[in-house]
């Protein structure tokens, strides 16, 4: 595995309630994304962050925050819990998708989240 | 508006013949084009890319083609293996913005039968 841990891997909560999904790296890459994954819809990116404290918005980024205060930590916190976020998220890094080259992503294990 | 499709949801093949997947895009500014395999309970992983300007690249029992004409990509397995059954998702990269973000495909399901 490429050092990324996703945690939990899987969640049940409440409509209405907080819940801040954990990624950890141990690659010391620059940049992190969160996606969520539903099916017909494939990966759809969420936030993403290119450095410490600096962080931008996805494709489907309304009802999701993110923090980065270390390189190797990326939170996705859910204000307040949603059905239609309930869905399998994926964390993913990149070493330095700027300049010529594909931009190739390194995904974690993913979260599960269900909201009832 | 889907920018990335991958019309068939999905695709069984025998094992030993020739799995081709295939990708449509609209936006003629992308600039590289990735798969990327799935396995239940598990992260993507990276497969193989190409570049904008190429037309084939290949890398074992995996090719795939770009026409940049009609705007479609295709990823051949030859011979196709019970190993390679899963989600298989083809992204393209923006060429713009600091984080050149990927745009997925919904993905197609591959399933080789032995």
């Known amino acids: 595995d490429a050092g990324i841990t996703q945690s939990p891997r899987h969640k049940v909560t409440e409509t209405g309630t907080p819940v801040t999904l954990r990624c950890h790296q141990t690659?010391?890459?620059?940049?992190m994304y969160w996606y969520r994954q539903d099916p017909g819809h494939g990966l759809r990116l969420i936030h993403y962050?290119?450095?410490?404290?600096?962080?931008d918005k996805g494709e489907v980024s309304d009802g999701y925050s993110v923090s980065r205060s270390k390189t190797e930590d990326f939170l996705l916190t859910l204000e307040s819990a949603t059905s239609s976020q309930t869905s399998v998220y994926f964390c993913?890094?990149?070493?330095?998708?700027?300049?010529?080259?594909?931009?190739?992503?390194?995904f974690g294990a993913g979260s599960r989240l269900t909201v009832l | 508006d889907q920018q990335v499709k991958q019309n068939s949801p999905s695709l069984s093949v025998q094992e030993g013949r020739i799995s081709i997947l295939n990708c449509d895009y609209t936006?003629?500014?992308?600039?590289?084009f990735l798969w990327y395999k799935k396995y239940p309970a598990e992260g993507p992983t990276f497969l193989i890319s190409?570049?904008?300007?190429?037309d084939k690249n290949e890398d074992g029992r995996f090719t795939v083609f770009l026409n940049k004409s009609a705007k479609h990509l295709s990823l051949h397995i030859v011979p196709s293996q019970p190993g390679d059954s899963a989600v298989y998702f083809c992204a393209a990269v923006s060429p713009s913005g600091s984080a050149r973000q990927l745009t997925f495909g919904s993905g197609t399901q591959l399933t080789v039968l032995p």
């Open positions: 962050s290119y450095g410490v404290k600096d962080t």
């Open positions: 936006n003629s500014m992308f600039d590289y």
């Open positions: 690659e010391n890459h620059r940049y």
């Open positions: 190409i570049s904008s300007i190429k």
């Open positions: 993913a890094i990149s070493l330095s998708p700027t300049g010529a080259g594909a931009n190739v992503l390194t």
